[in-house]
């Protein structure tokens, strides 16, 4: 089965550097585009950026300019690193993949478990 996990979460000063890695294993046929999403307290899921296999990048408003999202086809993983942290970035960030189902061909979406991300000093 697919498994998609996320490490590198915890606390993090303001003004310092965040760097979130996650590993795809298990039945991997191709992937599309993987992505960052987070959910802050009291809030709704939001996306905070994807990548292509290509490696073409989209990052919400909020993060543009201090956040990228990079890859590794290879090792099937993928990084997000955030400048400049905030409290306002403090959330639950999840991991994303979008894979393509071996018979239908289908786009399937799997998720990460979530790490837990607190900016603060």
């Known amino acids: 089965q697919v498994q998609l996990v996320e490490s590198g979460g915890g606390l993090v000063q303001p003004g310092g550097l965040l760097r979130l890695s996650c590993a795809v294993s298990?039945?991997?046929?191709?992937?599309?585009?993987m992505g960052w999403y987070r959910q802050a307290p009291a809030k709704q899921r939001e996306l905070v950026g994807f990548i292509t296999r290509g490696g073409g990048t989209k990052y919400a408003d909020s993060v543009k300019g201090r956040c990228t999202i990079s890859r590794d086809n290879a090792k099937n993983t993928v990084d997000l690193q955030m400048t400049f942290p905030e409290p306002e970035d403090t959330a639950v960030y999840y991991c994303n993949a979008v894979m393509r189902n071996n018979f239908t061909g289908a786009r399937e979406m799997y998720w990460g478990q979530g790490t837990q991300v607190t900016v603060s000093s």
């Open positions: 298990g039945s991997i046929h191709f992937i599309y585009d």
